[in-house]
């Protein structure tokens, strides 16, 4: 991080130097966390099982993760879109959802309302994370106009799981002061989804004014 904030300054070389060995790293502590949940059992030390949905966010998490060490080591700017959604919606999000639905009930002595339920809300995140993170990604080839359906796929999916957390933790009452958490979270997802979509509607707009245009153009003698 060193390297990168200070090569920003004197050079570019260095910034990509830092931003790679921060890769590494990330790689290497991606790594041994994916050792870690390999090697354990399903049920603990203490004798509890851990549910299938924190299991799932947990891998997810922790491979994104790993992705986001190698797509700094191969040059992604990590201020891009695709880095930051990659950082933020797909590990950090997915890591919460699981130690959410492991340790609450854990803590309360109650169980989660539907695994089944639960599962899925942790497979609509993971999906709509993946999603979106392959479409920004796409947008930085020739096939931009092609990303928009799986981005916002992706976004409503992603809103989707924001969505149904709080619906499935409401026996929780120490969980409720955490839903004002849960509404901003699905507002700013709702929010990114409606502006991605209007984006690509003016886009698409401008992208039908100029064939036009060039089709009413004069053609050379």
Known sequence: MLLGGVGSIWSPVMTTFGYSLLGIAFIWFAVIYLRALLARNKVSKLGVRVPRASLSAWYASWIFFLAFGFSLVFGLDP??????????????????????YMLFPLLLRRKTLSETLAMAQVVAAILGAFLMVFAFLGMLSPYTYRMFTLL??????????????????????????????????????LSEHYAVMKNHQTQNRESRTSDSRRGRGSYPL
């Open 79 to 100: 201020l891009s879109l695709a880095a930051l959604h990659l950082l933020f919606l797909a590990f950090v999000t997915n890591l919460v959802y699981g130690v959410g």
């Open 152 to 189: 916002g796929i992706g976004g409503t999916l992603a809103a989707i799981s924001a969505i149904a957390t709080p619906k499935l933790m409401e026996q929780f009452p120490v969980l409720h002061p955490s839903k004002s958490f849960s509404s901003l979270l699905q507002s700013c997802a």
